[in-house]
């Protein structure tokens, strides 16, 4: 087990006051048997009336509403977090699962909504469809896939991106680049194109690029195995998750895990700063 604390800071400054529309939060990560939120805080100025709930995907999701104009609206979240996730993942490798191509099981499962791709095989590169094909195969989906992330990795490179949204799968190709949600969903197109239902992953990724006080917010993607559940592949770094990464929400679209959405009236110009600090606390075993 590790102990981890999270700091995610959101500020955005206006030339004027401004009337705030409700504001949307994906901020609370997934606890659950490899993750528990041992502690947690949000703080909001202006003061805004809060409401919790659930979204479509389980997500845990914060409403805030404001009643007063503001010139300045900073949106803190902190987080103690235990976090027992192990990197590797054996298991898997030494027993692959089957396909899953039965249409009554993906019914009953309700995963008909994270399998359905937009991207044609014809569309990839030579050094992505060789992967896909090993995709498809029964008998190795799992190597396959973390081959194919692999994949991606090498063909696309990584770079920052500040403005939002996620390119097309076909602009990600075309560009020879993207952001990590850009990468994530060419993964996801790329394996929902050969019938394996995958979703999108936000959250937070405690990376060695950085010093260890250092983060960032993330993305990476799930691809569902009969056998073993929902199982995460990053190709921003090649491989499968570990124990780096933080899942916040998940969804069969990046639209629908945005961590901070709303409005505003007015302020023709706007300023956003982002700071997000990942650290390890302690190690202990678990």
């Known amino acids: 087990m590790q102990l981890l604390h999270v700091v995610h800071q959101t500020t955005y400054t206006f030339d004027q006051a401004v009337v705030l529309r409700p504001h949307r939060l994906?901020?609370?990560?997934?606890?659950?048997?490899?993750?528990?939120?041992?502690?947690?805080?949000?703080s909001i100025t202006p003061t805004p009336q809060l409401y919790w709930q659930r979204?479509?995907?389980?997500?845990?999701?914060?409403?805030?509403?404001?009643?007063?104009?503001?010139?300045?609206?900073?949106?803190?979240?902190?987080?103690?977090?235990?976090?027992?996730?192990?990197?590797?993942?054996?298991?898997?490798?030494?027993?692959?699962?089957?396909?899953?191509d039965d249409d009554f099981e993906l019914e009953a499962a309700g995963l008909q909504v994270?399998?359905?791709?937009?991207?044609?095989?014809?569309?990839?590169p030579e050094s992505l469809t060789r992967g896909l094909r090993r995709a498809c195969a029964s008998d190795e989906q799992f190597s396959a896939l973390q081959a194919l992330c692999a994949d991606i990795k090498t063909v696309i490179a990584y770079q920052t991106r500040a403005t939002p949204g996620v390119q097309t799968c076909l602009e990600t190709l075309a560009l020879g680049s993207?952001?990590?949600?850009?990468?994530?969903?060419?993964?996801?197109?790329?394996?929902r194109s050969c019938g394996l239902p995958a979703r999108f992953v936000s959250g937070y990724l405690l990376?060695?690029?950085?010093?260890?006080?250092?983060?960032?917010?993330?993305?990476?993607?799930e691809v569902y195995f009969k056998d073993y559940g929902w199982i995460g592949f990053d190709p921003t770094v090649g491989r499968p998750t570990g124990m780096q990464h933080i899942t916040v929400a998940v969804a069969p679209d990046p639209k629908y895990v945005t961590p901070v959405s709303g409005a505003y009236v007015s302020a023709p110009n706007t300023q956003v700063d982002l700071l997000v600090k990942v650290r390890v606390a302690a190690h202990a075993a678990g």
């Open 26 to 42: 994906l901020l609370r990560p997934r606890d659950g048997f490899d993750l528990r939120i041992q502690r947690s805080g949000l």
């Open 55 to 100: 979204d479509a995907f389980n997500n845990s999701v914060a409403i805030a509403v404001f009643d007063q104009p503001t010139a300045r609206l900073d949106i803190v979240s902190t987080l103690t977090l235990e976090q027992y996730q192990t990197d590797g993942l054996s298991l898997a490798q030494l027993l692959p699962s089957p396909a899953l």
């Open 114 to 124: 994270y399998q359905t791709s937009r991207l044609k095989p014809s569309e990839l």
């Open 178 to 191: 993207g952001s990590c949600r850009d990468l994530a969903w060419l993964l996801i197109e790329v394996v």
């Open 207 to 221: 990376s060695h690029q950085f010093e260890t006080e250092d983060g960032a917010t993330h993305a990476w993607a």
